[in-house]
Nanobody
Framework: QVHLTESGGGWVQAGASLRLSCAAS????????MGWFRQAPGKEREFVAA????????LYADSVKGRFIISRDTRKNTIALQMNGLKPEDSAVYYC????????????????????WGRGTQVTVSS
């Protein structure tokens, strides 16, 4: 059983940066890819970024490419999402999730691929 806990969310103005963290407990997630998703009110949960078990491969949604950076620390069993140049449309609840596979592919962008989820952290960006 894996427990994921996100932190680092908050309220910021457009153009600011935030760093989200996700800590895994219960079992190690070091052998699995990890992802970040977000969900705004009234919208479906959408893919943000993913990182392979070895951290050698990353994947980003087009909407965040060049602004967000996903990373992981296997020894600490954590992943992070550095968010720069935040925009009001980035406002959402952000979730980290553990993939069922170690590597990334097209399926990595779909929530159904992930078996463990955190409860989320709210990010609000004002204009």
């Amino acid at each position: 059983q894996v427990h994921l806990t996100e932190s680092g969310g908050g309220w910021v103005q457009a153009g600011a940066s935030l760093r989200l963290s996700c800590a895994a407990s219960g079992s190690s997630v070091s052998n699995y890819a990890m992802g970040w998703f977000r969900q705004a009110p009234g919208k479906e949960r959408e893919f943000v970024a993913a990182i392979s078990w070895s951290a050698t491969t990353t994947l980003y949604a087009d909407s965040v490419k060049g602004r967000f950076i996903i990373s992981r620390d296997t020894r600490k069993n954590t992943i992070a999402l550095q968010m720069n140049g935040l925009k009001p449309e980035d406002s959402a609840v952000y979730y980290c999730a553990s993939d069922v596979l170690p590597t990334l592919d097209e399926g990595s962008t779909y929530p159904v691929r992930y078996d463990y989820w955190g409860r989320g952290t709210q990010v609000t960006v004002s204009s």
